[in-house]
Nanobody, 123 residues
Framework: QVQLVESGGGLVQAGGSLRLSCAAS????????MGWFRQAPGKEREFVAV????????YYADSVKGRFTISRDNAKNTVYLQMNSLKPEDTAVYYC????????????????WGQGTQVTVSS
């Protein structure tokens, strides 16, 4: 079992930055690939980024590539999402998720989810 708690969301102007954190409980954090997803009002949940078990590999959605950076600190059981050059279309609830397979973009493949953190980008 893994419990995930996101933090760091908020209101920011377009062009600004935020860093999201996701703290995980349990001693098996390093055995999971960690992903970030987001869901805007009236839209389906979409993949944002994923990082491999030890952090050596990352993969991004085209919509955030070059602006967002995913990282992890296994000693702190935490995964991060650094978001730069934010746009109004990045407004959504952001979720972190833990899964056993690397480079998976389907949300159904992730076993554990956090409660989400709201990110609002004003124009």
């Amino acid at each position: 079992q893994v419990q995930l708690v996101e933090s760091g969301g908020g209101l920011v102007q377009a062009g600004g930055s935020l860093r999201l954190s996701c703290a995980a409980s349990g001693r098996t954090f390093s055995s999971y690939a960690m992903g970030w997803f987001r869901q805007a009002p009236g839209k389906e949940r979409e993949f944002v980024a994923v990082i491999s078990w030890r952090g050596g590999s990352t993969y991004y959605a085209d919509s955030v590539k070059g602006r967002f950076t995913i990282s992890r600190d296994n000693a702190k059981n935490t995964v991060y999402l650094q978001m730069n050059s934010l746009k109004p279309e990045d407004t959504a609830v952001y979720y972190c998720a833990a899964g056993s397979s690397w480079r998976v973009i389907e949300s159904s493949e992730y076993a554990y989810w956090g409660q989400g953190t709201q990110v609002t980008v004003s124009s």
